[in-house]
């Protein structure tokens, strides 16, 4: 017989032992408890507005300006870990950062040096290079069910505690001048409450890794001392890896 006529079934068979017991070894069944560790890349879409305005005095009238500051979408990390205790529940937690960058412009209207009553619209240029960087840690319970062949679907709730950094946006008007330029502050506070909320739909490479994606809402509100009421954090999503030990 051909010696090629008798390695091709040879090679073939052994191809489909080793598919076989890779496979075998793939779909084992996972542990219901055990510690386990996440990696997360993803962003932050959702883009934001505020502002703020004042008065002031200029040749013995009063003018007002206003501030428009926009921040954009960021990029967001996320690494974390937990326990699974039961068979679907487990309790973890998780720090992640985001960052964005953020403009702003501005517009006076500036009392006339000669006519009173008569008023110039005065609009310096714009500053396109603000910062914005959110610190978060989500604490979590967790609900897990497949969904189908190794395929998992999570269900995570609880509370966060979200610090903020955000160049701020002002204005400053020389007196009795015509002359206006934006001022830049950095300030930063810690939420005094918030939340999060996630779901994520993962595949099971192994045993022990699993690699999905998530959607997840991690977001509360604070008070700088130029911004009432800014909200932080907001929707997120991305991909995942997990290691479970």
Do not use: C
Request: a positive charge; charged letters at 15%; proline letters at 4%.
């Amino acid at each position: 017989m051909n010696k090629t006529a008798t390695l091709v079934p040879m090679i073939a068979g052994f191809m489909l032992m080793a598919a076989s017991a890779s496979q075998a070894q793939t779909a084992a069944p996972q542990s219901e408890t055990g510690a386990y560790v996440s990696l997360a890349v993803g962003g932050q879409p959702q883009k934001r507005s505020f502002g703020s305005s004042g008065s002031f005095s200029s040749f013995n009238e009063t003018g007002r300006y206003e501030v428009i500051q926009n921040v954009g979408a960021g990029v967001m990390f996320d690494i974390g870990g937990g326990y699974k205790f039961a068979k679907h529940l487990a309790a973890g937690l998780s720090v992640w950062s985001t960052r964005s960058k953020s403009a702003a412009a501005a517009a006076a209207s500036i009392p006339d040096p000669l006519f009173f009553g008569r008023f110039t619209t005065v609009t310096p240029n714009a500053v396109n290079e603000l910062k914005q960087s959110t610190l978060g840690v989500n604490v979590f319970v967790t609900y897990t069910t497949p969904v189908a062949d190794r395929f998992d679907l999570a269900v995570s709730l609880g509370p966060s505690l979200i610090k903020t950094k955000l160049d701020v946006a002002g204005a400053t008007v020389t007196p009795n001048s015509q002359n206006i330029a934006l001022t830049t502050d950095s300030q930063s506070k810690t939420t005094a409450k918030a939340g999060n909320f996630s779901l994520d739909f993962t595949y099971r490479l192994t045993p022990m890794y699993s690699a999905g994606v998530f959607a997840r809402y991690a977001g509360g509100e604070l008070d700088l001392p130029a911004v009432r009421k800014l909200k932080v954090g907001t929707a997120q999503a991305g991909g995942l890896i997990r290691y479970r030990f």
